[in-house]
């Protein structure tokens, strides 16, 4: 069994920051990508950034330069540093992986967080 468990997430207001975590525990064998999408009211899910075992990132343009995305393999955790917020980031912000959790067998899957609501206000 595998579990995402998010936490960081609250109000700010416009400008301010937060830090998000998502920490993955349970029979995992690798992580492979690891990433973070969000959902406001009435809008589909978007991905805002993703990072790759390596270190690789990559984040919707709405978001480049205000928030980072880290990872670190130790702790099977994975970050996303918020800064500079706007009202428009508003949303339930999910946690995602790639992973593998067979020995046996090279299949992956993605798992999902639970999600972790991030509200912007003055």
């Known amino acids: 069994q595998v579990q995402l468990v998010e936490s960081g997430g609250g109000l700010a207001q416009p400008g301010g920051s937060l830090r998000l975590s998502c920490a993955a525990s349970g029979t995992i064998v690798s992580i492979y990508a690891m990433g973070w999408y969000r959902q406001a009211p009435g809008k589909q899910r978007e991905l805002v950034a993703v990072i790759t075992t390596s270190g690789a990132t990559n984040y919707t343009d709405s978001v480049k330069g205000r928030f980072t995305i880290s990872r670190d393999n130790t702790k099977n955790t994975v970050y996303l540093q918020m800064n500079t917020l706007k009202p428009e980031d508003t949303a339930v912000y999910f946690c995602?992986?790639?992973?593998?959790?067979?020995?046996?067998?090279?299949?992956?899957?993605?798992?999902w967080g639970q999600g972790t609501q991030v509200t912007v206000s003055s």
């Open positions: 995602n992986a790639e992973l593998r959790t067979s020995m046996w067998s090279s299949l992956r899957r993605e798992y």
